[in-house]
């Protein structure tokens, strides 16, 4: 009876351990009940940092956040722009934010700018450096002047 006691005590204490190690933050170990500190029994180091950075990056979404190191500017099928890690590709069929977004969360969009979009009206009389206007009435910018746009849709190449 003592060691299932204890158990729970000795991974919660070896999660604090590597959640110093990881900078961050102690309230991510403190807000695991019992059954969530079971079903780390037996796991490794690494695994156990790779689930305390997975919580971080859910409560830092939940708060609108970005999580750490998502810094890249990506485009969602579902979403529109959003921000994700860096080595994901230019444009993704769904993302970790739809969800939040579906459940009427905030989600930070990075900046983007009306050159880059199919919605963008350009200038006649100076394709190139003047200002345009935007086909699904979002406002008229510069073509390279950055902003947050939800209606932002990249240009691609369709085969
Ligand atoms: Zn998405």
């Not at 979404?61 to 529109?80: E, K, Q, S, V």
């Not at 069929?93 to 989600?107: I, T």
């Not at 963008?120 to 003047?130: A, D, M, S, V």
């Amino acid at each position: 009876m003592a060691p299932e006691k204890t158990a729970p005590a000795t991974i919660r204490a070896r999660l604090m351990e590597l959640a110093e190690l990881e900078c961050l933050e102690p309230a991510l170990v403190h807000r695991l009940d019992d059954t969530d500190l079971a079903a780390c029994t037996g796991l490794g180091d690494e695994v156990l940092t790779a689930y305390l950075r997975a919580l971080d990056a859910a409560a830092k979404m939940d708060a609108g956040m970005a999580p750490t190191g998502w810094t890249a500017a990506r485009y969602c099928r579902l979403c529109g722009p959003v921000l994700l890690w860096p080595d994901c590709p230019p444009i993704v069929l769904a993302c970790p934010w739809c969800f939040r977004r579906k459940a009427g969360r905030y989600v930070p969009r990075p900046l983007v700018q009306c050159a880059d979009c199919v919605h963008f009206i350009r200038c006649e009389r100076n394709p190139l450096g003047g200002g345009g206007d935007c086909s699904k009435g979002l406002g008229g910018h510069w073509p390279k002047q950055r902003h947050r746009c939800d209606g932002f849709e990249p240009v691609e190449d369709r085969p």
